[in-house]
């Protein structure tokens, strides 16, 4: 069965970089779009980015533009969210989910089908 | 920011139908298909309904949905309480050179 398996609960202090992780496996990974979520406490969900590991293509969206790096390493079926400096807003549950459809250059179609169980992120001084 | 529109909430006996709109805009909505996820208490969102009233598998046929332009709306028929959960709309939208956005989210309260 597809699994999507992240890395556990980090507390940080602000400023502080930070690089969580979403394990892929039972697929082929290189050849589907991973995505990320954000969801903030008691909030709704936030798309953050896709990326596709086999050439590494990226999107983001433009709220999160400039604000954290979506990367793969394919050779360990591994998709990874980081940031460089940590702010307390950053406090969140992120999700990363598998993306089934088509993505063109302009535009994609299709759901996120499978979704990790969550890395919750804490920011605090 | 959500570009989707959901009521906050909605309510229902067991057994009861329950409707839930998404309101959209023509690049997201009104020319690509809609998604809806259902996130219960503490746990990941789980994708329920995608490309047109489709489920993956598991998911009961309790479960539907349509659109019609810019809206789309999410029926639960036949509430149980197991229902009790956030439930999300989300689309492509292609004035933001492709970029999946989401509802603002609706709790489904059984009463």
């Known amino acids: 069965e597809v699994q999507l398996e992240q890395s556990g609960a980090e507390l940080k202090k602000p400023g502080e970089s930070l690089k969580i992780s979403c394990k892929s496996s039972e697929y082929s990974f290189n050849n589907y779009w991973i995505g990320w979520v954000r969801q903030m406490p008691g909030k709704g969900l936030e798309w953050m980015g896709i990326i596709y590991p086999d050439d590494s293509d990226t999107r983001y969206s433009p709220s999160f533009q400039g604000q954290v790096t979506i990367s793969a390493d394919k050779s360990i079926s591994t998709a990874y969210l980081q940031w460089s400096s940590l702010k307390a807003s950053d406090t969140a549950m992120y999700y990363c989910?598998?993306?089934?459809?088509?993505?063109?250059?302009?535009?994609?179609?299709?759901?996120?089908?499978?979704w990790g169980q969550g890395t919750l992120v804490t920011v605090s001084s | 920011q959500s570009v989707l529109t959901q009521p906050p909430s909605a309510s229902g006996t067991p057994g009861q139908r329950v409707t839930i709109s998404c309101s959209g805009s023509?690049?997201?909505?009104?020319?690509?298909?809609v998604n809806w996820y259902q996130q219960l208490p503490g746990t990941a969102p789980k994708l329920l309904i995608y490309s047109d009233d489709q489920r993956p598998s598991g998911v009961p046929d309790r479960f539907s949905d349509s659109k019609s332009g810019t809206s789309a709306s999410l029926a639960i028929s036949g509430l149980q309480s197991e229902d009790e959960a956030d439930y999300y709309c989300a689309a492509w939208d292609d004035s933001l050179n492709g970029h999946y956005v989401f509802g603002t989210g609706t709790k489904v309260t059984v009463l």
């Open positions: 023509s690049s997201n909505i009104g020319s690509n298909t």
């Open positions: 989910m598998r993306h089934i459809g088509y993505c063109s250059s302009a535009t994609c179609s299709g759901p996120f089908d499978y």
